[in-house]
């Protein structure tokens, strides 16, 4: 079945050290979304990627979606104690326009003042 | 506007037991999902709905059951509660289709002993 992976699992950094999180899909996918969810918390939206090679900033956080449109990823620059959480890629399940989407496991991201 | 709601916070149930998990949005939002995450899983839907009076199944649908009779209300039914139910349960909405982000309530937490 269709499946998006994500990698790694968990990471701690340092505070100030960068962070990359890659999601990978088992299809093509018509655009990805990335959430982050704190600690105790509920996940929240945080961008969406349609065109394939897109890449979008928001402040020091750089998303990319991949040329295929199988893989994105999420860099964090000089990551900050307000970083820590878990980050979720998802994309829609299966091939019609449902507004169902399937999500990888997420990263776990602890920054280390 | 409260957003996505969601009750009980917490809930615990003997094995066998029946309950309703309550979600209600207030955004007019077409489509509403809900979700289970557990640990190293991700989120993983369970049943979802396009509009008032139309429903489907996610990726982990057995043991639930859902309705949509307004367009507000989305709530979750486990039938007879088992120990592999335990876990946080999300109820999502959004304005519609494949391109629209989805908006979290807070989360139940259910243990089922």
């Known amino acids: 079945g269709q499946q998006v992976m994500q990698i790694p699992q968990y990471q701690h950094v340092q505070e100030g050290e960068d962070f990359t999180t890659y999601c990978n899909s088992s299809?093509?996918?018509?655009?990805i979304q990335w959430y982050k969810q704190r600690p105790g918390g509920h996940p929240v939206f945080l961008i969406q990627?349609?065109?394939?090679?897109e890449v979008k900033k928001q402040k020091r956080l750089t998303f990319q979606f991949g040329e295929a449109k199988k893989n994105s990823s999420l860099h964090i620059t000089a990551t900050q104690t307000t970083d820590v959480g878990t980050y979720f890629c998802?994309?829609?399940?299966?091939?019609?326009?449902?507004?169902?989407?399937?999500f990888g496991q997420g990263t776990t991201l602890q920054v280390k003042p | 506007n409260a957003g996505v709601t969601q009750t009980p916070k917490f809930q615990v149930l003997k094995t066998g037991q029946s309950m309703t998990l309550q979600c209600a949005q207030d955004?007019?939002?077409?489509?509403m999902s809900w979700y289970r995450q557990d640990p190293g899983m991700g989120l993983r839907l369970i049943h979802y709905?396009?509009?008032?009076?139309?429903?489907d199944q996610g990726e982990v649908p057995n043991g639930y059951n859902v309705s949509r009779s307004t367009t507000e209300d989305f709530p979750l039914r486990l039938l007879s509660a088992a120990p592999s139910q335990t876990s946080v349960y999300f109820c999502?909405?959004?304005?519609?289709?494949?391109?629209?982000?989805?908006?979290f309530g807070p989360g139940t937490r259910l243990t089922v002993l």
């Open positions: 709905s396009v509009g008032a009076g139309i429903t």
């Open positions: 299809t093509t996918l018509s655009n």
């Open positions: 990627l349609v065109k394939s090679g």
């Open positions: 999502a909405s959004s304005y519609g289709t494949n391109y629209n982000e989805q908006f």
């Open positions: 955004m007019n939002h077409e489509y």
């Open positions: 998802a994309g829609p399940l299966g091939s019609s326009n449902t507004g169902k989407l399937i």
